[in-house]
Structures are given as C-alpha cells and as structure tokens.
C-alpha cells in the first residue's frame, strides 16, 4: 500500500512535524472546547486506529488536559476572586481537598494567576501548543520582570513587556521542549532589561542553600546550590581526596567520593563540633542525630520487616541493622507487638527533652493534613492551647496541658495558621488523631501512623528464626 503526506494544516505555526502522513492531521484542533475534544476522542476507537491515528490520539488527549488545566485555573481565579486567599491560605485548602502537597497546592494558584494575566499563554495551553510543564516555564522566567528599574519604571511597563515575551514563547512553544522554551524565553526576559539581569545575578549568590531528595531503595539526594567556584572547589577536594591510593580498595571513583563526603559530617556528629572548633548547636538540647525506628526482632536477625528512618521513610532491614552498629547512631526500639511507647508528662509549659522526643517518635511528621517535613525539625504546638492554669486546678489533680496526647509537630508555617486562627485543630477520640478544620470550614482527619508499620503482604519479613543459632549472643 502506498503512504501519502499530508502537509500540516496553516493553523498551527511553529511545529517540528510538518508533514502527517496517511491522513490529514485532526489534533490539535485551537479553539475546541473540552466537551468537542471529549466527544471526538471517545468516538476514535484505539483498536481499529493505525500507528498514526493512535499517535494523533495522544496529541488529542494533550491538548483535553491543557483544556481543563485552564478551567481549573479559571476555578481557582474564582475563590481569589471571592476573597477567599485575602489570608493567603487558598493553598493550604486546596492541597487538603486534593491530598496534595502545599507546594503542588501553589502551583495551581500562581499558574491560575499568571494565566489570567497573560491571554496568549492561556490560549497556548488551550489549543495544544503548551502543556502545564512549558506554562510553568514561562511563568518561572517572567517572574523576573519586575517593577522599579530604568527599563521598568511601573506596573504598566512590566505588564506590557511581560505579555510582549508571552508573545512570542506562545508562537514558538509548539516547537519546543519545555527546557528550550525556558532558554528562549529567558533570553527575553535579559534583554528586556539587561540591568536587572546583573542585580539578579548578584541576588542569586544571596540564595545559596543545600537540599535533600528522597529516592527509593534507602537512598537519597543531596545537592547545593552554591557560586560556581565553590562548586567548583569541592569537587577539587573531593577529586583529590580519592585518588587511588590502594589497590586492595575496589570502590569506584563516584562511591569513594559519596564515602568522602559522608565521612565529614559523621565526624561532625560524633565530635559535635565543626572543623574550626564551634559547637554544633542541638535542637531541643539534643547533638545531631539519625533516628532509625526498628523492631527488636529485626534488630535481631528473627525477621527481615522494615525499618523507618524519621524524615524519610521505610529501610530495609540490613540498612537499619548496619546504623544500629554504629554507637554514634540513637537507635529507638518498639514493642514488636504493639509499638507503644512509654509516656512521659510534665506540667511545664515547654516540653522536656524526653517528652519532646516522645512526641516526634511518634508523630514522625508535622500532623497538618498532607505535610511530610520530619517531627524532628518541627515545633512542639499544643492541640488545646496552653493556658495558664491556677494553682487550685493543679492542685486538683486536673490532667496537665503539657502532655503527649496534647501536643503534636507542626512545621513553622502551619503552627503559624493555627496560631493565627486560620485553621483550628482538636484531638479526636478515640482514635487520637487530629481533626483539622480549613478556613473554608471543611474539616480533615489526619490518623496517627504507626510507629513502626507491619507489613501486610504475606511474604513480607518471613522469619529468619532457624538460622539462628541456638547459642547466638541476644
């Protein structure tokens, strides 16, 4: 059979593919409207469809998910509209609603905002040229326009540059990746004002930080964001700190530089001091510290169940076995049979470092709906707000407020909505959760997790019991 070419319809400037072949193009089609998409698609039946026609497909879809990206941006402009973020907490509502992160949460908001400024970025994405990742993009690289330079004196000015860049990323977006895109628009973006650029830059030194990124199988990431040179020295260290040296040691050059690096910051903890000779301040009074949360019967070898380690997640067994080894390591171990931890109260305001510890073992993360930042960095808040209690009801015997079950971890942000009154939260009997409820009025029960998970699969953590020897050291 022979294959014919059809060139690609003048609607759509910009594309790579210029020519479809078999049959003419049907997606994208601008201007269509979610239900016209919908029908279309539902009426294309994958199985009869050629390679092409399925390929074509998938453009449709793309372009039923811009579509509704813009309506559910269109949504949210609505609530602002309303009133509803005058305390800025619409991000916080929204992530509780869709069980989303905070920070997932203000991408919508901000991508609502910057679509309803910039009409050519919203019909970009609502015929097909842009997904979400290339109107972030955009979004991201406009952001630096700001006003109170020479070259924007005024709101007017920075709006009228802003949607002359938007412009041009909407015409040339179908051609590009979401990383082209940025480059191009960025490249704008300095020279509509070249002066801003330079103070940016200058800015960008002021932001150096590191970060972590949890990855699977007990692994994570751990980048910096630092000025070129001292990027550039580290790795001059570390290059020279693994130099080959010994045959016998048959790590790679990438693991002996990870080793390397490690190794600094465990003898920091150990000694509790840094290089020159400073303390190293601990929170709550206590050194910097790992918290591996196993049971005992693992410790022991008699099951391979997991671990958890705070502020990241579940270990494999062997993994938490190695950390238990290490003296410098604080090792919290659970009943195997129900996890339950021994109580410790006091009628202080502040929590004691035993308490404390207490409730960050057991709540693991800041409790707000959705929040994973570990219990560990978190601050101690009180469910019911402490108040001054008289001596005649502490002479009473009237349960004091500074107690675990009254006390949970909450980030700085979220501590601070409640606080303010924003979000309200109360325990919730019997089963000691916290119920929260949204400035909107919605209501949202975050359940205590298990201090230590049992794994449900029926494989899981299969006993090691008769490999052990009988005479084997407890």
């Known amino acids: 059979m022979r294959e014919t070419s059809v060139p690609m319809r003048a609607s759509m400037p910009g594309r790579t593919l210029v020519e479809w072949p078999a049959h003419p193009p049907v997606f994208p089609r601008p201007g269509a409207t979610a239900s016209e998409l919908a029908a279309l698609l539902e009426a294309m039946q994958a199985g009869d469809a050629d390679d092409v ?9 793309q372009q039923l998910v811009g579509v509704a990206l813009a309506a559910q941006a269109r949504a949210v402009r609505e609530l602002v509209a309303r009133g509803y973020d005058a305390t800025g907490v619409l991000a916080d509502e929204i992530a509780s609603a869709l069980a989303s992160t905070r920070t997932a949460a203000q991408v919508l908001v901000s991508r609502a905002a910057g679509l309803g400024e910039l009409p050519a970025v919203e019909t970009a994405l609502r015929d097909g040229a842009m997904d979400s990742r290339k109107v972030d993009a955009v979004l991201d690289e406009l952001a630096a326009l700001v ?27 179908g051609d590009l990746t979401p990383t082209q895109l940025r480059r191009v628009v960025r490249r704008e973006v300095i020279a509509v004002d070249p002066a801003a650029a330079r103070e940016r830059s200058r800015r960008a030194v002021e932001q150096r930080r590191v970060e972590t990124g949890w990855a699977p199988d007990g692994m994570a990431w751990v980048s910096a964001f630092v000025p070129a040179p001292d990027a550039m020295l580290v790795k001059a260290v570390l290059d020279a700190a693994t130099e080959p040296v010994d045959a016998h040691d048959h790590r790679t050059r990438d693991q002996r530089r990870a080793d390397v690096l490690v190794s600094i910051f465990r003898t920091i903890a150990d000694q509790g001091a840094l290089p020159c000779g400073t303390s190293v301040p601990g929170r709550r009074g206590a050194r910097p510290q790992v918290q591996v949360t196993v049971a005992a019967s693992t410790l022991l070898g008699l099951d391979e169940n ?26 919290l171990l659970t009943d195997p049979l129900d996890g339950t931890l021994v109580e410790r109260s006091t009628r202080a305001y502040r929590p004691g470092r035993v308490l404390g510890g207490h409730v960050s073992a057991r709540d693991q993360t800041c409790t707000f709906p959705g929040c994973v930042r570990p219990a560990a960095s978190c601050e101690l808040d009180h469910v019911e707000p402490w108040r001054e209690a008289p001596a005649a009801a502490a002479a009473s015997g009237d349960p004091p407020q500074t107690r675990a079950d009254n006390l949970q971890p909450l980030c700085k942000g979220h501590h601070d909505l409640k606080t303010k009154g924003l979000w309200k939260a109360r325990r919730s009997v019997p089963d000691g959760g916290v119920e929260w409820t949204s400035h909107l009025g919605v209501r949202y029960l975050v359940r205590p997790q298990p201090v230590l998970s049992a794994p449900t699969s029926p494989q899981a953590g299969r006993s090691r019991v008769a490999r052990v020897r009988d005479d084997a050291a407890p």
């Open 147 to 173: 006003v109170g330079t020479d070259a924007l004196p005024d709101v007017a000015a920075v709006d009228a540059a802003a949607n002359a860049v938007a412009q041009i990323a909407a015409e040339r977006a």
């Open 306 to 331: 997991p671990a958890e380690l705070a502020g990241y997640g579940p270990l494999p067994a062997d993994v938490a076995r190695q950390v238990a080894q290490d003296a410098t390591w604080r090792r």
């Open 53 to 61: 026609a399925l390929l074509e497909q998938v453009v449709g879809w």
